[in-house]
């Protein structure tokens, strides 16, 4: 499994959400830090779920990076997040 594999697993099974899209952008950052040859450095994750209704955009990303925690200490060098609960 790669690392956008397991990001979007780790979220689907942690928050249920009614959309998820996983984006690798590294491929935009060569030549930055954090960047690898072999990609899987940068990512946009783009989400909708329940789990969000209520919170606050820092509560949000706190919620999302722990869930994430191991893939951000193995080498996801960038996550950008764009979350809501759904409409």
């Not at 946009?44 to 990076?65: P, Q």
Request: net charge negative; aromatic share 2%; hydrophobic share 40%.
């Amino acid at each position: 499994m790669n690392t956008k594999e397991r990001i979007m697993s780790a979220l689907a099974s942690a928050l249920s959400p009614q959309s998820l899209d996983v984006i690798d952008e590294s491929h935009l950052h060569k030549g930055h830090a954090g960047h690898r040859e072999e990609g899987e450095t940068h990512f946009r994750v783009r989400i909708t779920a329940e789990a969000f209704r209520g919170k606050s955009r820092v509560d949000i990303h706190r919620t999302i990076n722990a869930i994430l925690a191991d893939e951000l200490a193995a080498g996801v060098h960038a996550l950008a997040i764009q979350a809501k609960a759904p409409d």
